[in-house]
T-cell receptor
Framework: DQQVKQNSPSLSVQEGRISILNCDYT??????FLWYKKYPAEGPTFLIS?????DKNEDGRFTVFLNKSAKHLSLHIVPSQPGDSAVYFC????????????FGRGTSLIVHP | EAQVTQNPRYLITVTGKKLTVTCSQN?????MSWYRQDPGLGLRQIYY???????DKGDVPEGYKVSRKEKRNFPLILESPSPNQTSLYFC?????????????FGSGTRLTVV
């Protein structure tokens, strides 16, 4: 059973607009969340993270929002750029377990010029 | 440069022929892990290692072996590869499993078993 779900396999956005990537989780023990970005022929790279004690974390054009009651997090990219076109993975981990993150299946973002 | 190095990048092999994919990191990380990425399935953990001589199964360990004799190296061994092990493999490392700034991943190894 998937504990971390990214229900949109793909997302297409116009350059300059906002991209919103969503992630849902089922395990209420998850308390740390990360987003990774992956380009073709490269390994995933860490993008941004958030602890469950916060509801928002911002880093430049990237903001992650966490809604613990809904077990939902989202990654906002504003403004979107063609170089943001990549696969984005959501991951979640629990301090009550082994800390090893569980990954979602990824969302492929395409930003059109 | 801090990095995780995987070799080879591409490999085509035949069913049953033993192979090893190497992984090396130069960051003195204690935690290392192997993942496979398949279309529609995302990243699934195969094996992980908390430190030298300490390894454990991930979510999809069947058909794989690992060893951790030195801190920097974490090879993935397929004793008798089968076509369902055709996949894109990634090695990752960090100081601890709970790395607040994420894992460092290698560039990947695309394996095809025919």
């Amino acid at each position: 059973d998937q504990q971390v779900k990214q229900n949109s396999p793909s997302l297409s956005v116009q350059e300059g607009r906002i991209s919103i990537l969503n992630c849902d989780y089922t395990n209420s023990m998850f308390d740390y969340f990360l987003w990774y970005k992956k380009y073709p022929a490269e390994g995933p790279t860490f993008l941004i993270s958030i602890s469950s004690i916060k509801d928002k974390n911002e880093d430049g054009r990237f903001t992650v929002f966490l809604n613990k009651s809904a077990k939902h997090l989202s990654l906002h990219i504003v403004p979107s750029q063609p170089g943001d076109s990549a696969v984005y993975f959501c991951a979640a981990s629990s301090s009550g377990g082994s800390y090893i993150p569980t990954f979602g299946r990824g969302t492929s973002l395409i930003v059109h010029p | 440069e801090a990095q995780v190095t995987q070799n080879p990048r591409y490999l085509i092999t035949v069913t049953g022929k033993k192979l090893t994919v190497t992984c090396s990191q130069n960051m003195n990380h204690e935690y290392m892990s192997w993942y496979r990425q398949d279309p529609g399935l995302g990243l699934r953990q195969i094996y992980y290692s908390m430190n030298v001589e300490v390894t454990d199964k991930g979510d999809v360990p069947e058909g794989y072996k690992v060893s951790r004799k030195e801190k920097r190296n974490f090879p993935l061994i397929l004793e008798s590869p089968s076509p369902n092990q055709t996949s894109l493999y990634f090695c990752a490392s960090s100081l601890t499993p709970r790395q607040t700034n994420g894992y460092t991943f290698g560039s990947g190894t695309r394996l095809t078993v025919v």
